[in-house]
């Protein structure tokens, strides 16, 4: 039985690429749809209940499509082998494009995180959630609902990983969700080795000056609220520190000096 499915099959591709009319192209679409279910339930069952099964389904049939229409044969690979991946794209793609969570929480939950990391910083200790929403500028009620939004935005890691030894089947949900602010690994412990040099033997006032400049991207006069002093006086240390750090790197040039 499966053997005279094959050759019919076999037999729609070679009419397909000999007319490549939609009768079939529609024959192929009916034969491997199941494939189309198969990705979206695999996918579907990684994120929330917001998202409906069908949007995925949809999605992936114009994956299948675009995938019939571009098989060669001559290739020696299977279609479901080289159809897998398209169905799998088109559903990414259209996950993107939905968005599930929406900009403007991740963005509130960027804002609560940062004002609990500049908090931090600056206390030397972990905030209460009073004196993040002093520094927010927010009552109680506006906080609770900026820390809610926060949770929502946060109940899927992005780095989360479904590996279930199958390539293919390796879903992130950096896959997913389009993420501007993502970092290499490599780069972020290259440049935390590089804020622990530069802040070596600095002053705890004069360490917050290079961090919250370089690193929080704050302006002069914004170091000057948080450490409550004068623009004028941040400009004037940070151009001190700067001058004895270049001093300080001057003198190790031979450390790093290939031979």
């Known amino acids: 039985m499966k053997t005279s499915q094959a050759l019919d099959i076999n037999q729609i591709w070679e009419q397909f690429h000999k007319t490549r009319d939609d009768y079939h192209r529609n024959i192929l679409m009916e034969h491997y749809r199941d494939l189309v279910k198969y ?7 990684k ?7 069908d949007d995925l389904i949809s999605a992936g049939t114009f994956g299948l499509m675009d ?3 571009a098989y060669d044969p001559s290739r020696g690979v299977k279609f479901e082998t080289y159809c897998s991946p398209r169905i799998k794209g088109s559903i990414l793609d259209e996950l993107r494009s939905m968005d599930w969570v929406p900009r403007l929480v991740r963005a509130r939950a960027h804002q609560l ?10 206390l030397g200790r972990k905030p209460t959630e009073e004196e993040i929403a002093e520094e927010l500028d927010m009552d109680r009620e506006e906080f609770d609902k900026l820390q809610r939004d926060a949770t929502a935005a946060s109940q899927v890691s992005l780095n989360t990983n479904y590996n279930e030894g199958d390539s293919e089947k390796d879903i992130r949900e950096i896959d997913v969700i389009k993420d501007e602010k993502s970092e290499n690994p490599v780069t972020e412990a290259q440049k935390r080795d590089l804020k622990n ?4 033997g600095l002053t705890r006032a004069e ?5 919250l400049y370089y690193y929080e991207e704050m302006t002069m ?13 941040v400009s004037q240390m940070h151009s001190s520190i700067i001058a004895r ?3 300080q790197m001057n003198s190790r040039k031979k450390e790093f000096a290939v031979e």
Request: net charge positive.
């Open 197 to 200: 040099l530069l802040t070596k």
């Open 67 to 69: 995938a019939i229409d």
């Open 47 to 53: 994120l929330p209940g917001k998202v409906e099964l």
């Open 221 to 233: 006069k914004e170091i000057g609220a948080t450490l409550d002093l004068s623009e004028s006086r």
């Open 245 to 247: 750090l270049k001093a």
């Open 113 to 122: 995180a940062k004002a609990t990391h500049l908090l931090e910083t600056h």
């Open 39 to 45: 990705c979206a339930e695999r996918v579907h069952s």
């Open 207 to 211: 360490r917050l000056i290079i961090v």
